[in-house]
């Protein structure tokens, strides 16, 4: 009975709702959002692996890890002991701009990622799109890490990489997943003014 039932349509369903609920709590700057990012990747490397998308599937097992290390980094920082002048305890990461040496080090990491992944693809795989692929991920590897730090400037790492998944999962007939980045793309540029007011109020 269960084996019948359109399990690739169930937990595509289901990885859209999550992705609406990740999506709320990283434009509010909250740090349930790794909740969500600890359950996504489960459900996603099912899809993406069953579509023939092998970079999306392994970036999933760092989606994980990742998640895990980020809600340490919000929640249990070296900030974590600054008192307010209300006289509550500030507990989450403050946002802030990323450092100029952290930023040429996530550029030539996503440029290495990139170059290595389609490579990967390319020779070893009997992926279709090797290049927007290896783009994705790559860029999401490095936008992830730059979330997990709170940096401003991973919603623009999110806009690159949002847009061009609306293309490929369009391509690759996983249209719930393209609306859902369509949506990510506009709530992205949305999430990025936000997070300067909220940077502006710490």
């Known amino acids: 009975m269960f084996a019948e039932l359109p399990w690739d349509n169930i937990l ?6 999550l992705g ?3 999506l709320w709590w990283e434009y509010h ?6 909740f969500a990012s600890i359950v996504m990747p489960a459900i996603s490397m099912w899809i993406y692996f069953g579509k023939g998308l092998y970079a999306d ?10 998640a ?8 249990r920082s070296k900030h974590c002991g600054r008192v307010e002048q209300s006289g509550k305890k500030k507990s989450d990461l403050p946002i802030t701009r990323i450092p100029r040496g952290n930023l040429w080090l996530c550029i030539f990491a996503f ?6 992944l389609y490579c990967m693809l390319h020779y070893l795989t009997d992926s279709t799109v090797p290049v927007a692929d290896a783009f994705t991920t790559a860029l999401s590897v490095v936008a992830m890490w730059m979330l997990a730090r709170k940096y401003l400037e991973q919603w623009m790492a999110w806009i690159a990489v949002d847009a061009v998944c609306v293309g490929l ?5 996983i249209y719930l997943y393209a609306a859902l980045y369509a949506i990510y793309t506009v709530i992205a540029f949305v999430g990025y003014r936000k997070w300067c007011r909220l940077m502006a109020r710490q």
Do not use: H, P, Q
């Not at 599937?57 to 990742?66: C, P, Q, V």
């Not at 895990?68 to 929640?75: C, D, N, P």
């Not at 999962?169 to 007939?173: F, L, M, P, S």
């Open 20 to 22: 609406l609920l990740y």
């Open 68 to 75: 895990i290390y980020g809600y340490l980094v919000w929640t």
């Open 169 to 173: 999962y369009a391509y690759k007939g």
């Open 57 to 66: 599937f392994a970036i999933n097992i760092y989606y994980f890890l990742i």
């Open 111 to 116: 440029l290495s990622l990139w170059g290595g």
């Open 29 to 34: 700057a909250d740090s349930r959002l790794w």
């Open 12 to 17: 595509e369903v289901l990885g859209f709702s």
